[in-house]
């Protein structure tokens, strides 16, 4: 224990010394001399429209631009909760862009979906698109080779990087474990928007990163997410916005990176080749649908939402240097605000369940109004989570969500079956009271997704998830769910959207959590619309069906367990009490959902435990002590 105390005090000390050691000027420049000299500037194409593929998305948002005024903006909107749609959405856009294609991300795995799209971002630049990529440096691109390689794969490829605390591309172990200890606030500083924003007309802001488990492509664990496709005037403020950040001081060219300079220096990069993949079939399958003309009409044009009154917000990057400064939370100002006008109901999609105080004083205030609004939650579970510590937190204060916030929490369940055709709560005896939740017929369609159209076996139908039940073994990637009692491939939520009222609805990359609140920039769109926002909370009630997930309801305890508990869980350190106010309810064949708050409730619904489906693990135990010793940290997990 001496030895490790000692050991990560030199590695401290020796971080702060490399935290102030930048690359010297001239260094820098000679990287830059070397990119400009050894990057690739072959041309793949001579015409003006440099080979932009034909594209309906394109042709309508230059339409709604032509026809937007100061007065009266016109949008079009896509919803992008299937995964496949999400990623065709992605290709086409880049295919289809004629002048420029900006991304900014929070994570770039190496893997079959970070690696295509580089790919097709690679052949944009070739036939003469600009291209700029910004990623967080915490997780994305950790491998300094493989950024030297595509610092060169085209002069119109330009990278990079937010806020590399220790001026490398690369955080190893030691330095990640000593920027917490002496870097904490600026470690802790990280760039979470995610936006994709082609030919400034049309753009993709929402929850997705680039990584396989944003697209369905883990076998072993999977997010169910969401983006949102918008083009007009909020798609340009996208692209405002993505300026702001590249020209940032916080976001770094690769030259001035320690670790990409010395490699751009020698250049020994090998020359940009088309990635391997693990499963080239599906990547061929959603190449061959982002040139289908009739898929692309069908799956992303025709279930858009054409409406006046849309707006992006992002935070901007001074929110990272002036956390009080009330300019810089703009995005995070607009959540809030929105959801503090609620009058009928407010519907939450999170991934993790960790109010801020100024959430929580929004949502006790609206419990304690004499007519308040309905507080749907939908989280995740023990069961469907990668972040333990996060839901350890959560079930920490369960009793005060539900009693001072009036919550109806609903946490998705490992092997959630996913969404079925937009029409699945016609009916109410399916999941949770879904009485005043339309239908909309804009999504219905029978019509099979498949290679350039082809109705293949191996499509799917748009509107579903295919979530099958397949048991492999785990490899080894950080973040790690705990293990479960029942086998096969799992999925967490990691979509946040948010509904109020039935009129108007937010799809962004805010957690609703502290760590959104004060340390990571945001950044989303907020759509003024009754169609799209009830399209939406359609979307967020099915993962709230009893199929989807369990219901969080108070279990039957007497009053010194219901006193015990409220010390307990009133203390900052030892909250160990084991018999909790809530627990995780399943709803009992043949019955009729309900809500937790009707007399009924425990009639139709059998406890199942706080941790359902969770095997004995490490993980279980390690959330009870974060509830009992974790408190301290809420608000930078």
């Known amino acids: 224990m001496r030895r490790l105390s000692v050991a990560l005090s030199i590695a401290v000390v020796t971080m702060l010394l490399l935290t102030g050691c930048s690359v010297s000027h001239t ?18 194409c001579a015409s003006d429209d440099h080979c932009a593929i034909p594209s309906p998305l394109m042709d ?24 496949e749609a999400a990623m065709v959405a992605r290709i086409h856009l880049i295919r289809a862009a004629r002048t420029s294609i900006d991304i900014q991300t929070y994570i770039w795995d190496r893997d079959d979906a970070g690696d295509v799209i580089l790919d097709e971002l690679v052949q944009a630049a070739k036939r003469g698109v600009k291209v700029r990529i910004l990623a967080d440096q915490l997780f994305s691109f950790n491998d300094p080779r493989w950024l030297d390689q595509l610092a060169f794969a085209h002069a119109n490829l330009q990278i990079r990087l937010y806020n590399p605390t220790f001026n490398e591309a690369q955080t190893s172990p030691v330095e990640f474990a000593a920027g917490i200890v002496c870097c904490f606030y600026k470690f802790n500083q990280r760039m979470h928007n995610k936006v994709l924003v082609a030919d400034n007309v049309i753009g993709i802001t929402g929850g997705r990163n680039y990584q396989n488990r944003y697209f369905d492509w883990d076998n072993d664990f999977d997010y169910v997410d969401r983006d949102v496709m918008v083009a007009g005037p909020a798609a340009q403020a996208m692209g405002a916005s993505f300026e702001l950040f590249w020209n940032h001081k916080r976001s770094v060219s690769l030259s001035r990176l320690r670790d990409i300079n010395a490699l751009l220096r020698k250049h020994e990069a090998q020359p940009w080749t088309t990635p391997v993949y693990a499963h080239p079939e599906r990547v061929a399958r959603v190449q061959a649908e982002a040139a289908d003309t009739d898929w692309i009409e069908d799956y992303l044009l025709l279930p858009s939402f054409h409406t006046s009154h849309v707006e992006f917000f992002s935070d901007l990057p001074a929110k990272t240097e002036q956390p009080k400064e009330r300019d810089a939370h703009e995005f995070t100002s607009n959540v809030m605000r929105m959801v503090g006008s609620a009058k009928r109901e407010v519907l939450l999609q999170t991934p993790y369940l960790v109010m801020s105080k100024r959430a929580q004083t929004i949502f006790e205030r609206l419990h304690k109004q004499p007519d308040p609004p309905r507080i749907i939650v939908s989280t995740n579970s023990l069961a469907s989570t990668d972040a333990f510590a996060v839901y350890a937190l959560s079930y920490k204060h369960r009793k005060r969500y539900l009693t001072e916030f009036g919550f109806e929490i609903y946490e998705l369940k490992p092997h959630a079956i996913g969404p079925a055709q937009d029409n699945a709560l016609s009916s109410s005896e399916d999941g949770p009271p879904v009485e005043d939740v339309p239908v909309t017929t804009k999504r219905e369609s029978t019509r099979v997704a498949g290679s350039g159209g082809s109705g293949s076996s191996s499509a799917r139908v ?35 959207s948010i509904v109020v009222d039935d009129t108007f609805a937010m799809v962004g990359s805010h957690n609703f959590d502290p760590r959104s609140d004060h340390y990571n920039t945001e950044a989303g769109v907020i759509v003024y619309d009754n169609d799209f926002a009830q399209a939406l909370r359609q979307s967020i009630m099915r993962d709230t069906q009893p199929e989807n997930a369990w219901v969080i309801g108070p279990r039957q305890q007497s009053s010194l367990d219901s006193a015990m508990e409220d010390v307990s869980s009133s203390l900052p350190l030892f909250d ?56 301290g940290v809420q608000g930078v997990l």
Request: with cysteine.
């Open 60 to 83: 309508e948002a230059h339409r709604v631009l032509t026809d937007s005024t100061d007065e009266r903006p016109a949008h079009f909107v896509t919803l992008l909760g299937d995964s």
């Open 27 to 44: 260094a820098v420049r000679a990287a830059d001399n070397a990119i400009v000299l050894g990057a690739d500037r072959t041309s793949t």
């Open 462 to 496: 748009i509107g579903t998830e295919s979530r099958s039940s397949l048991s492999v073994k785990r490899n080894g990637k950080r973040n790690r769910p705990p293990p479960l009692i029942s086998l096969g491939r799992r999925f967490g939520l990691h979509a946040k």
């Open 576 to 631: 160990f009490w084991p018999y909790r106010y809530a627990t995780s309810y399943e709803l009992k064949p043949g019955c009729t959902p309900m809500r937790p708050s009707d007399p009924a409730f425990l009639t139709c619904y059998t406890p199942v435990g706080d941790f359902p489906d969770v095997a004995g693990s490490p993980k279980s135990i390690y959330t009870r002590l974060i509830t009992a010793f974790g408190a």
